[in-house]
């Protein structure tokens, strides 16, 4: 029975003149039901994320605050613990048109996704969000989830690369702690006093420094130096790291290893990895983003720190942001979006900010106690927020993930010391050509 029709019948063809007392006690009988015909976002929503078990502990956190509140959606939290698998996984689950509802995919990945419209644009959801609006984030962390003229993803955080660092260690060698505007050359002789081989057997008890030896790792190096790592950042055709101003940030970088040998070799990185060595309280300095800290947190027994990037000939650093993706195959948007609006709330990024994982991309929430708290490690929070007029990102496109991989391929022989720098350079640049442009 519609309401115009219960009307009717309660009030009949002389409602009209009844006295109001009755249109009152009709509007208490009909308003519960007009409410109670308002649609309502209900049902399963799945949700899969990568990350070590603090990075899953930090997502079950979210999860269970969420269904506190929307007792209706049930959230099926899915975890693939290391991010190639979780990228195999994600493109496996995309071509067989089954992947979770909401996914967790880094910028440098998604518009692989949304070239071949796996991915539901969100601008139209955020529009008529009353809970977050576009202007509530960083515009640095909005705008490399933009495709094709159109926000496909909301980010949940925007970190810089930052220098992880054993204060303990940099205490013992009797060594400030890195500074805001410390240069190439400061980091370079941090690195050499904090590489010791104690009995001179040429085993290293302790590096000064780890880090991935990749195209993402060198870039802002190559920032910072005056040069690009393409030939156009807005419309690139092509690696451009062949330049004098390139290569020369490319020397630095691999002199690290080849010249300076402050960081593992090849067989030492691959029995043992630096960010283990770096928990383990044998490598002084290290190289991440912010997803580093709940590991850290739990698991670093010693005193340690952050500090911004060493400085070149401008200020540079890179941007490391994920974000909430809707997968197109999936039936209950409404729900789906329900909770990626929760989690890019004030609440929603107030629980994953306190459990160290990001640094939120919503500004009140970055700029609040819940991010920069003192009392918790690291204690120099705010070097995220100073780096981020300076981050930049790498280029949007399809095929981004392989050029990366392959240039790294080429990196990383001539970091340790299998190839020369110029040979790689021309090696990188000529087996990425092919990735730029296709598939667009």
């Not at 202007?135 to 909005?142: H, K, N």
């Not at 819940?370 to 790498?394: C, E, G, H, K, M």
Request: charged share 20%; hydrophobic share 45%; net charge negative.
């Amino acid at each position: 029975m519609n309401v115009f029709n219960l009307f009717t019948r309660l009030g009949g063809k002389h409602a009209s003149s009844r006295r109001p007392i009755n249109l009152f006690l009709l509007l208490i009988f009909i308003l519960p039901l007009l409410v109670s015909c308002q649609p309502k976002a209900s049902g399963q929503v799945s949700f899969m994320v990568f990350g070590d078990t603090a990075e899953l502990a930090a997502y079950q956190t979210l999860v269970d605050a969420f269904m506190a509140k929307y007792p209706e959606i049930d959230i099926e939290l899915i975890h693939i613990p290391g991010q190639s698998d979780y990228r195999k996984r994600l493109a496996a689950d995309v071509a067989a048109g089954t992947p979770a509802n909401v996914v967790l995919i880094n910028y440098r990945r998604y518009a692989a996704f949304a070239a071949k419209g796996a991915l539901e644009p969100l601008a139209p959801y955020l529009a008529k969000s009353e809970v977050i609006a576009e202007s509530d984030f960083y515009p640095q962390a909005i705008e490399p989830f933009y495709w094709n003229g159109q926000l496909m993803c909301i980010p949940q955080n925007l970190s810089s690369l930052v220098v992880y660092y054993n204060q303990d260690l940099f205490d013992q060698a009797g060594l400030p702690y890195p500074a805001a505007g410390w240069t190439w050359d400061d980091f370079l002789k941090a690195a050499q006093v904090l590489t010791l081989d104690s009995n001179g057997d040429g085993v290293m008890e302790q590096f000064g420094l780890g880090t991935e030896a990749s195209l993402f790792r060198l870039a802002p190096f190559v920032w910072q130096n005056g040069a690009e790592i393409v030939d156009d950042p807005a419309a690139p055709t092509r690696l451009a790291i062949e330049t004098p101003e390139a290569l020369e940030a490319v020397n630095f970088f691999v002199d690290l290893s080849v010249k300076y040998h402050v960081v593992p070799n090849a067989e030492e990185e691959a029995s043992q990895t630096s960010e283990d060595r770096f928990i383990n309280g044998t490598l002084a300095m290290f190289l991440n983003s912010r997803r580093g800290v709940p590991t850290y947190r739990e698991s670093a027994n010693f005193n340690w720190d952050v500090a911004g990037l060493p400085q070149g000939k401008e200020q540079a650093s890179i941007l490391h942001s994920d974000a909430y993706c809707m997968t197109s195959p999936t039936e209950d948007k409404d729900a789906a979006w329900v909770f990626i609006e929760y989690a890019n709330s004030v609440e929603g990024q107030t629980i994953i900010s306190g459990t160290g994982r990001t640094v939120p991309s919503l500004i009140s929430v970055a700029e609040s106690p819940a991010f920069l708290d003192p009392n918790t490690r690291p204690a120099s929070n705010q070097v995220f927020l100073d780096a981020i007029p300076y981050l930049r990102a790498v280029p949007i496109l399809p095929n981004w993930g392989d050029i990366e991989e392959i240039s790294g391929e080429e990196i990383e022989r001539a970091f340790y010391g299998q190839a020369s720098v110029n040979d790689a350079v021309i090696a990188a640049i000529r087996r990425a050509q092919p990735y730029f442009g296709f598939g667009e």
